[in-house]
């Protein structure tokens, strides 16, 4: 992608009423389409969505492939797709404002900062989407599944709310069935090859374009689903 075209995609993207951003780090604040400075931490379904439907949050969603697709198959539910990556980001709420999705919306941020813009027991459920496997063992607390995201996800997610994993890197998802056995959680499901899965969920269905690609290639697709205790 061209500097150009990417300049002209955040320029865009800056513009989507369905999208918040976080452009620094170190300031946890985020401006939505007016560049106006917004709190929606404890308000996303007063302040945004208008409803009270329960909220999802897909991280690491890239081109929000999968925050799209569940929001087409569960229109009386909320999904914030979450990325740092705005050209990504920029395609998958351009869909959903094309569709009329509006029970889709996206925040470009980085993981990290759920704390500062969701509040305690606000959100229903997690979609963690094909993230990076961080694989050297000395980022392994980078991994999204590691205990210190459980602990931020805990904070953040209501009693009984589920977690699902979905990866096409099997070291990720053992690492991840390790992490359970000693964080006080309870496994609802787990498949190391979701597609040989007899009746799966139809969630567990959708695909992204770089899930295509593994696919493609032969590599089984990992999923997990759990609860934090």
Known sequence: MSKRNKLEKFEQLASFPNTYQNYDAKIPEITNHQQ???DLKGKWLSDHFKNDWPLVLE?????????????????????????IK???????????????????????????????FFAEQEISEIWITFPDPFLKQRKSSRRLTAAGFLDEYKRVL?????????TDELRLYDF?????????????FSSADLYTTPDLDPRWSLTTHYEQLHIADGDQICGISFQLL
Not at 59 to 80: D, I, Q, S, T, W
Not at 176 to 188: D, F, H, K, M, N
């Open 158 to 166: 209501r009693p009984g709310g589920i977690i699902h994993l979905k």
């Open 86 to 116: 705005g050209a990504r980001i920029w395609q998958g709420a351009g869909i959903a404002l094309q569709e009329g999705l509006h029970n889709v919306a996206f925040l470009r941020t980085k993981i990290e900062m759920i704390q500062n």
């Open 59 to 83: 991280l690491a969603c890239g081109r929000g492939e999968y925050a799209l697709g569940l929001g087409r198959m569960f229109p009386k539910k909320n999904f914030v797709g979450l990325d």
């Open 36 to 38: 106006q400075v917004v």
């Open 176 to 188: 991840t069935r390790e992490v359970l056995a000693t964080y006080p959680s309870r496994t609802l």
